[in-house]
């Protein structure tokens, strides 16, 4: 409500959304008002969010999971995710940053020992690859041998336009009717 306050009601800027208790200062909102650049504060908020969220979930949170040997060592779990994907916790090692500087700046701080390496591995878009194979659509077939945006494609498909023309928006849609 403070927020809401700061933003919509002392400093004038436009109310993007509106929730069930007022309007809303999601990230999406205050990353719409950054883009307008009435105010430096929007910025000032998703940025003190996104280091508040790193303090809490993880500078504060990792020394205690340090064991006895000085390592940390997260629990995969194989049956918990209702996707049926592994998952970890204490820590989720599949959440840590990637996108911000900081975020980049905090997985530096995972170092393997000596000798170890740290392995990242995902399968990108396996459901879709998979659908692929067995449906043998060559449409989707062709996106993945070919090392396509299989999202783009569809969205070329589905609106009858060139992949090249195909908008960020466009793209978003697709991959929801792709993943449903």
Do not use: W
Not at 45 to 65: A, M, N, W
Not at 85 to 94: A, E, I, M, V
Not at 104 to 119: A, D, E, Q, T, W
Request: a positive charge; glycine letters at 6%; aromatic letters at 4%.
């Amino acid at each position: 409500k403070q927020v809401s306050a700061l933003l919509f009601e002392k400093l004038g800027l436009p109310i993007i959304k509106k929730t069930k208790t007022g309007a809303s200062t999601d990230s999406s909102v205050l990353e719409e008002l950054t883009s307008q650049g009435q105010s430096e504060i929007p910025a000032m908020i998703l940025k003190f969010r996104e280091i508040d969220k790193l303090l809490s979930t993880y500078v504060k949170t990792l020394p205690k999971l340090v064991g006895s040997d000085k390592k940390i060592h997260s629990h995969f779990n194989q049956n918990v995710a209702s996707t049926g994907r592994l998952s970890s916790d204490n820590p989720n090692l599949q959440n840590i940053p990637i996108r911000s500087e900081n975020g980049r700046k905090l997985r530096k701080g995972f170092i393997p020992s000596k000798g170890c390496v740290l392995l990242g591995a995902d399968y990108s878009q396996v459901e879709l690859r998979i659908l692929a194979h067995f449906s043998e659509d060559k449409a989707m077939v062709d996106a993945f041998n070919n090392d396509e945006d299989i999202h783009a494609q569809t969205a070329a498909e589905v609106l009858g336009i060139d992949i090249g023309d195909v908008s960020k928006n466009d793209r978003s849609q697709a991959k929801t009717v792709n993943f449903g």
